[in-house]
C-alpha cells in the first residue's frame, strides 16, 4: 500500500514540477 501511494506521490510531484517549468 504504501509503494503505491509513494508512486502516486511522485506522479504529481513530477506533474507539478512539470507545470512549473512551462
Known amino acids: ?3 503505491i501511494l509513494c508512486q ?3 506522479r504529481e510531484i513530477i ?3 512539470k ?3 512551462a
Open 15 to 17: 506533474s507539478l514540477r
Open 19 to 21: 507545470e512549473l517549468h
Open 8 to 10: 502516486d506521490l511522485a
Open 1 to 3: 500500500m504504501n509503494a
